[in-house]
């Protein structure tokens, strides 16, 4: 699964392309996650499970990106909570920082984001500490809905968005998860609600044009060559654009 976004959802949304960094992470010498924990059908993958990496933003000012997710994945390596062996890496699927969205592991891959629910989850975790002071940027939180769009768009099964806290008792994400799940849920009314905008303000201009030409051909209009001045620079641009043939 391609978790590229989509140009309409960038140009929508006013996001940034999605980065994959899946291949500059280390991983357990070991084990990948789908040899520890194996690889999932499609078809099983219903939820987008939402989290926060619990990290204190002032704790990271000084770690690019790139070195905040490799400190994470090192972190989970040396982990002997769920295995005696560490994790396999990096846990969650996306990871949000800086309103960037980084792919972070194989959608299919099992890894450990929420106990005895990772055979139908795909993890989203934003960057920072929601519960101890942080707040969601605007940039995250429009990411973050473009990751869910993403997602829940290419899941044949999809139910919808879970945070963590709904499935086990835990505090993550922090953050104001209901606003992603109504923004995801109504995007595609979001977007026919802005075309059909454009639409109308197009007519507005339809509208200029006929009052343009109703008083170009006016003989008793006192500005009509002005009018008709303004629709011929308009043609002008019409025919450097290719726009008179339909
Ligand atoms: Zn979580």
């Not at 629910?117 to 519960?131: A, F, K, L, M, Q």
């Not at 009509?224 to 008709?228: E, F, N, Q, R, T």
């Given at each position: 699964m391609d978790l590229l976004f989509p140009e309409d959802l960038i140009s929508n949304l006013g996001v940034p392309q999605l980065i994959?960094?899946?291949d500059q992470l280390p991983v357990n010498s070991n084990y990948t996650w789908g040899q520890l924990a194996g690889v999932r059908p499609l078809e099983d993958l219903t939820t987008i499970a939402l989290h926060?990496?619990?990290?204190?933003?002032?704790?990271t000012a000084g770690n690019s990106d790139l070195q905040l997710a490799t400190n994470i994945a090192k972190s989970h390596i040396r982990l002997t909570k769920n295995e005696e062996k560490g994790d396999a890496g990096f846990p969650y699927h996306v990871w949000i920082r800086n309103g960037k969205a980084y792919w972070t592991n194989n959608v299919l891959d099992r890894t450990y984001g929420?106990?005895?629910?990772?055979?139908?989850?795909?993890?989203?975790?934003?960057?920072?500490?929601?519960?101890?002071?942080?707040?969601?940027t605007e940039d995250d939180r429009r990411v973050l809905t473009a990751v869910c769009v993403d997602i829940s768009k290419q899941l044949p099964s999809y139910k919808g968005i879970k945070a963590h806290c709904e499935l086990n008792a835990t505090s993550c994400p922090g953050y104001d998860y209901n606003r992603i799940k109504a923004d995801v849920a109504s995007y595609d009314q979001m977007v026919q609600e802005r075309y059909r905008n454009r639409v109308n303000a197009a007519y507005n201009t339809v509208l200029r044009f006929q009052d343009l030409y109703n008083k170009a051909k006016d003989p008793a209009f006192q500005f009509?060559?002005?009018?008709?001045c303004k629709l011929e620079d308009i043609a002008a641009y019409m025919v450097q654009k290719d726009y008179m043939n339909p």
């Open positions: 994959d960094i899946r926060h990496d619990a990290i204190s933003k002032t704790s929420v106990a005895s629910n990772n055979g139908y989850t795909v993890h989203v975790c934003v960057s920072g500490d929601y519960v101890n002071g942080d707040s969601l009509k060559d002005v009018a008709l």
